[in-house]
């Protein structure tokens, strides 16, 4: 019979080598470990120092919560020991460092719940893992400490996502519940720097003026979309910053424009009874927000003569449409220019071009565009966008939907940041297995 040496079973139970393993129980749902561990030859009182400790009574059995394995969960019960200091008279109990300060799991089963953490899985799919209650998860969450960053980047992206976490509002002593949080990006790096509770402007003022004047220098460029709150924001808080607006919102603006024209003319034409040319409207709304290139791309041979007509047939319908779809269209290939020079010219001449547009909705656009040249030009020449906060958002979706909403934002925002930093320290469980195989390989080569 093969007997697992002394060593190997603390290794493989994930305990310190130190402790001895006297007795093993099996239950319901869960087993059991009972431990000794060994008596120090001196233990120091951690109130005066003193060396001259006794040990005070019996103390008592204490059981901790371990690693779960195979859906059962593991406890262990060992003799915690008391003791009292000769020189100060005050007792104190056996500090255990293999278990996390003030609470009933040790300190491997609390990091395992903090790299599940860094997953977009649930609070209670999590606690299920590893056979803990759900509160414990939350605890090992609250723990864990994560304050403001403690420098801003040279680009700083600023971006809102919708969410319904509350915060508590120490100030008027209520409980407040915002629809939009906003997330802060380092745009030259690509990581998220924190998550703000609320896109309010005086929110983000008291917020950005608890930096000192020195690190707001260091702001250089500062990526958002055309919200005029961010805008004032970004020339208050920092002065001198070169704002850039992303061309992403510019083509969505115009993208936009051209959707909500469809869906009227649409409208005009079910309620006239016209039941062709609705279907076909409704058909072509994918056609008209794609860029002509991409057109060609997706479309190749007989496909794409079947959708130039269909295109045609759409766009005489109505002018309005089509005076829309040409300003997306010509948007979109100002973006994908590759000189600035050329850009700022060809914007020049689209802004001449869409703001004398007979049609309101295009009028419309184009004067925001107008409003915010300079900001778009800028990202266009310093090749600045607010990508890494969109990109964000997708991952905060999946967070938002795995927990069913997120009502503390506190904790929201401890997620959102665990789960998005490439900084994070990522652990991953099965190297084991890919070692093994290139040693193998080695070996047979
Ligand atoms: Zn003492």
Not at 155 to 167: H, K, M, N, Q, R
Not at 362 to 372: D, I, L, Y
Not at 409 to 418: A, G, P, S, T, Y
Request: proline letters at 4%; one cysteine or more; glycine letters at 6%.
């Amino acid at each position: 019979m093969f007997i697992v040496p002394k060593n190997v079973q603390n290794r493989l139970a994930k305990l310190p080598a130190e402790l001895r393993i006297t007795r093993y129980e099996s239950h319901q749902n869960c087993d059991e470990i009972f431990v000794e561990i060994p008596k120090p030859t001196v233990q120091p009182c951690p109130h005066c120092g003193s060396e001259h400790t006794v040990i005070k009574d019996q103390g008592r059995m204490r059981t901790v919560r371990h690693l779960s394995y195979g859906g059962q969960g593991l406890l262990i019960t060992f003799h915690h020991r008391r003791y009292v200091c000769r020189d100060c008279r005050r007792s104190f109990q056996e500090p255990v460092y293999w278990i996390l300060d003030r609470t009933r799991i040790t300190v491997s089963l609390y990091l395992d719940i903090c790299r599940e953490l860094q997953t977009t899985s649930s609070i209670k799919d999590i606690a299920l893992r590893n056979a803990v209650t759900p509160a414990i998860v939350n605890h090992v969450l609250e723990e864990i400490p994560f304050g403001p960053p403690s420098f801003l980047p040279s680009t700083l992206c600023i971006d809102e996502f919708s969410g319904s976490a509350g915060y508590w509002d120490k100030v008027n002593y209520r409980w407040v519940v915002t629809d939009y949080h906003c997330n802060l990006a380092d745009g030259d790096n690509g990581c998220v720097i924190d998550v703000l509770p609320s896109p309010n402007k005086d929110f983000l003022l008291e917020y950005f003026y608890a930096f000192n004047p020195m690190e707001r220098k260091n702001v250089r460029f500062f990526c958002c979309d055309m919200r005029s709150g961010f805008l004032t924001l970004a020339k208050t808080v920092f002065p001198g910053v070169t704002i850039c607006i992303d061309p992403f919102h510019v083509v969505k603006l115009l993208s936009d424009n051209v959707t909500s024209i469809r869906r009227a003319l649409q409208r005009e034409y079910r309620i006239s009874g016209d039941d062709t040319t609705y279907k076909l409207l409704r058909g072509s709304a994918r056609l008209l927000t794609t860029s002509e290139y991409n057109q060609g791309v997706y479309w190749s041979g007989k496909r794409i003569e079947e959708n130039k007509e269909r295109l045609d047939s759409v766009l005489a319908l109505s002018d309005e449409l089509s005076d829309a779809y040409q300003a997306y269209q010509q948007m979109i290939h100002i973006v994908h220019m590759s000189s600035y020079q050329q850009q700022r010219l060809f914007l020049g001449d689209w802004l001449g071009t869409f703001s004398g547009s007979p049609y309101e909705s295009v009028k419309h656009c184009a004067n925001t565009v107008r409003h915010n040249k300079s900001y778009i030009l800028n990202a266009f020449h310093y090749g600045k966008s607010n990508a890494v906060c969109e990109g964000l958002n997708n991952k905060i979706k999946i967070l938002k939907k795995c927990g069913y909403g997120a009502h503390k934002f506190e904790n929201f925002r401890k997620r959102i940041l665990l789960a998005c930093d490439p900084y994070k320290q990522v652990v991953e469980n099965y190297t084991v297995f890919a070692e093994k195989a290139t040693t193998e390989k080695e070996a047979m080569s």
